[in-house]
């Protein structure tokens, strides 16, 4: 916000010449890491369409990892320039390359890293082929850079639609299940109607103010008390609404848990870690800096948000008994610790707020990756039995969702501990302490569900679990369309059938009947080898898990780098 | 200005233009409600959109008039059409059903709360800011030259963006138009699809015919989003003058 | 308002357009002879019988057509503005608009790949065979010459 009246002053006199035109100057260089994904992505376009037999899923993968990591480096560059000569504005002041943006332009870097790893893997056990995934992950995480670095209203709009868009695609990837249709129609229709409301907001704004251009709004404010503000309340309230449909705050989260549970899996990792980057990002933007001297206006509204995001996202996710319900309603808990830093409205809030979006994305697009690869072929199951003996059948792959979990859980030496703490701390320091006590309580409601996984995963199938019961029914359920009539039910003791798919079937059913009837271990184990549906892992979807894991973990016990990056970047506002 | 002066200001010819555009836009709205098949009330959506269209015009704002008449009345009704076709014209809907209980008094009770509130506004003076970014409406030069002027100086980059949009718009059509397990766009019409396809649940018979009906609504509706939003980008510059 | 004088031309125009499409209906009305039989009103008025009543709903295919109209048409509006302040932009002006050309042409191929424009015969699946019932006596509908109705 510093010099913008300066910068207003600038942008009046260019437009006053309406005669002659001012051509814009376009520093290329500042709008680099936008114009990697966008020309990459339209190389990739023209590969997919202009190559004579189909490319492998996996052609497509190292070539999104290989544009991301480009988009990664240049971003850091930009970084070093922008620490070294201050930030700058670009093409006739609709963008912004400051130390946000650059949070930010990382964050989605490292997201578009590691999403490609994660979901390929996926994509051929689906044969779903076809460039789609990775072109539209690449538009949506444009979108989101562009929402970060915009200083225009219309801008942010646009990258809003940009970032959407293609995640409303990515929800219906998948035309085998029907659930993922239904998802693509859900969040579509939703999100068609809360993009009209921003569209609203944005005008009532610019009504208000005469500007898009959020630094002329912002001088505008800071120069004028607008005395009947009734336009103006009005314009910041859609614009709030927009926002948090966006990032899933209650109560504009009803879409939320149906979307991310019949989209792909990869793809809700996707969706949950870019969707939030993007809109986090102009969210905090456009309110903490564009409108400041509102504050007493929106803040309460905030308050309230964050307030209602925290409890209905920790406790509707208590009762979920399948693991990817469980984690979009959690999802929309993290939302919450994100609008403690917005409420706060200080620069340690903001601070705490980049950090929590950063380390969030990461751990999500982990965790999801996990369910996708447990859940098996077509997405069968979800549910906590299938979770239950984990660590034995797949150590790793246990051991790395234990990690992820108890990040979002808050545990210490994980990422997760400090974002939190960061995050409260900022709200106690701004005097929100109802707020921060309310966010101590959902995480503690939070670590309840978040340890119920990892204690299935580590616990002998033979121990009591409390889903015991329901999971049975649900695997007799899951048994019968498949011609499955379970024999001397009463007994607990069902023949599987030996062969091969109908095997599959029939021994979780064994398993959790086994469990109830508290069977002497070792007959379990027996059943265990016999048939649990395997999990198929492969060199890119551990290498990314692994990039996760590492992040989370090396920045839990020495978050210094990122805690430091995270406060020069609300520094250079 | 308030009403009774913009009244006073205006010509009888430009009165009476206002009169019939309205008179157009209102009986194409209803129409649009009224009619019976669907199609013919795409056709009425012409009506009501191309009133529209001179409303703009009259308010010299060209450039918004060749919008809507180019990509509203051409393009967005054409793709109404299309999606009707795809459904299936002769399907029928049973509108009077309330779907939700009460939802009829609901809609009511908010409609009148939008009309006092519109009535409100009009009588009420808000503040509003400084001069409008692209320079008043009656200064020199064609309102789309200082529409050309805006987008390629101060919205260069959401203009460029737009085009982004246009991607997405492609790409979203191809994977929701692809028929499930074939991995390519339908080419067979609805009925030589029984018995063709081995593949996949739900491919053969009337379930393929309704996962198509799906995907025609999924990307018809999508469409139209993200052309709307490179109508507002295409008319940032135009809402400014006022 | 001045400028509505301009608008003149087309308003006459639509005038004489309205009028033309309404006096040749009108003009068929009153002139055309009218003797229906059930073999004009047939849908297909070619002598062969359908066996099946025509397709209610198109493939959802032909909604790529309706996609390449609608990029292009947006594509169109943007070069309005662009051709009018063309000269002042210079070559400016040129490069912005072939940027955001060739994104859209980029994404015309990859519509071209998927078949967009490929509407040559449908690859059947099934063979096609003739059904027993199905001879010349049976499809053909003979009209007029106290023959009546073959079918």
Known sequence: MIGSAHLAGVVGARLVAASGITIPHIDYTAILPELILLGG????????????????????????????????????????????????????????????????????????????????????????????????????????????????LVLVFLGLEILSIPLYVLAGLDHRREASGEAAMKYFVLGAFSSAIFVYGIALTYGATGSTNLAEIGAFLARNVVTSDGVLIGGLGLLLVGFAFKVAAVPFHMWTPDVYQGAPTPATGFMAAMAKAGGFAALLRVFVSTFPSLRSSWQPVVFVLAALTLLVGAVVAVVQSDVKRMLSYSSINHAGFVLLGLQAATARGVAGSLYYVFTYGLVVLGSFAVVSLVGGSGEDRHDLARFRGLGRRQPVIATAFAVLLLAQAGAPFTTGFFAKLYVVEAAAAAHSYLLAAIAMGSAAIAAFFYLRVVFLMFSDAGAAAPAGEGATARAVEAARPAGIEPAGAAGGSWVPEPSGAVATMVAPVTRSAAADARSVSSGVVALDVSGEPPVATSP?????????????????????PLVEFAHQATLLF | MSAPAVLAAATIPDAVTFALAAVICVVGALGVVLMRNPVHSALALVMTLFGVAVLFVEQDAQFLAAVQ?????????????????????????????????????????????????????????????????????????????????????????????????????????????????????????????????PVGPGASGPGAEAADAEAADAAGAGTAESTAGAGAAAGAGAAVTR | MGSLDSYLPILILFVLALAFAGLSIFASKLLAPKRPTSAKEAPYECGIVPTEGPPQRFPVRFYLIAMIFVIFDIEIIFLFPWAVVYNELG??????????????????????????????????????TAAAQRTTSSTVRRVGAGSGEAA
């Open chain 2, 69 to 197: 008449v180019i990509v509203y009345t051409g393009a967005i009704v054409v793709l109404f059409l299309f999606v009707i076709m795809l459904l299936g014209v002769d399907r029928r809907e049973r509108v009077l059903a309330d779907t939700f209980r009460g939802q009829r008094v609901v809609a009511l009770v908010l409609g009148l709360m939008v009309l006092a509130e519109v009535v409100l506004l009009a009588r009420t003076r808000w503040t509003t800011g400084a001069h409008s970014v692209a320079g008043p409406l009656d200064g020199p030069g064609s309102n789309v030259a200082k529409l050309g002027r805006s987008i390629f100086t101060t919205y260069l980059i959401p203009f460029e963006v737009t085009s982004a949009l246009l991607v997405v718009a492609v790409v979203g059509a191809v994977v929701l138009a692809r028929r499930p397990g074939l991995g390519e766009p339908s080419g067979e019409a609805p009925d030589e699809a029984d018995g063709a396809s």
């Open chain 1, 41 to 152: 992505m339209l190389l990739l376009l023209a590969a997919a369409a202009l190559s004579p037999r189909p490319l492998p899923t996996e052609a497509y993968a190292t070539a999104t990892v290989g544009l991301a990591t480009a988009s990664l480096v240049t971003s850091l560059v930009l970084w070093r320039d922008v620490t070294d000569r201050g930030p700058l504005t670009t093409v006739a002041h609709s963008i912004d390359v400051d130390g946000f943006a650059l949070f930010f332009l990382v964050t989605i870097s490292c997201i578009l890293v590691v999403a490609p790893m994660l979901g390929a893997g996926y994509l051929r056990r689906e044969r779903i082929s076809g460039p789609e995934y990775y072109v539209l992950a690449l538009i949506s995480g444009s979108g989101a850079m562009f929402m970060a670095s915009a200083n225009d």
């Open chain 1, 540 to 560: 890119w979807i551990l290498a990314g898990l692994g990039i996760c894991v590492a992040v989370t973990v090396v920045f839990g016990v020495w978050p210094q």
């Open chain 3, 91 to 128: 070559r400016f002006g040129l490069v912005e608009i072939v940027v955001f050309a060739a994104a859209v042409f980029f994404s015309f191929l990859y519509l071209l790949a998927n078949g967009a424009l490929d509407w040559g015969p449908v690859k059947r699946i099934r063979p096609v």
